[in-house]
């Protein structure tokens, strides 16, 4: 199993940037693809981005495309997520999560089984 730690949640006006990352510890990390996914209050929980084993191929929800970059370091076992020009609307608890298919492309929730505890994202008008 692979345990994951959010930090670098925070408060932050609405054009600013945040940098999130993700602390893997127990198996290989780059046994995993990596994602980064979002739940705001009364929403579902949805995707935002997800990097393959060796970060070569990312993947991004639409509405973060152009201001979101995803990222891993395999050799600190940590993935992160870059934050520019942050909205309100992306005010919500930011999750990492692993999945054991280290080529998936998969966006789905459902598919990645090992989950952090989450960080919050507050982004003001």
């Known amino acids: 199993q692979v345990q994951l730690a959010e930090s670098g949640g925070g408060l932050v006006q609405a054009g600013g940037s945040l940098r999130l990352s993700c602390a893997a510890s127990?198996?290989?990390?780059?046994?995993?693809?990596m994602g980064w996914f979002r739940q705001a209050p009364g929403k579902e929980r949805e995707f935002v981005a997800a990097t393959i084993w060796s970060g070569d191929r990312v993947y991004y929800e639409d509405s973060v495309k152009g201001r979101f970059t995803i990222s891993r370091d395999n050799a600190k076992n940590t993935v992160y997520l870059q934050m520019n020009s942050l909205e309100p609307e992306d005010t919500a608890v930011y999750y990492c999560a692993a999945n054991d298919n280290p080529y998936t492309s998969s966006r789905s929730p459902a598919d990645f089984g090992f989950w952090g505890q989450g960080t919050q994202v507050t982004v003001s008008s």
């Open positions: 127990g198996r290989t990390f780059s046994r995993y693809a």
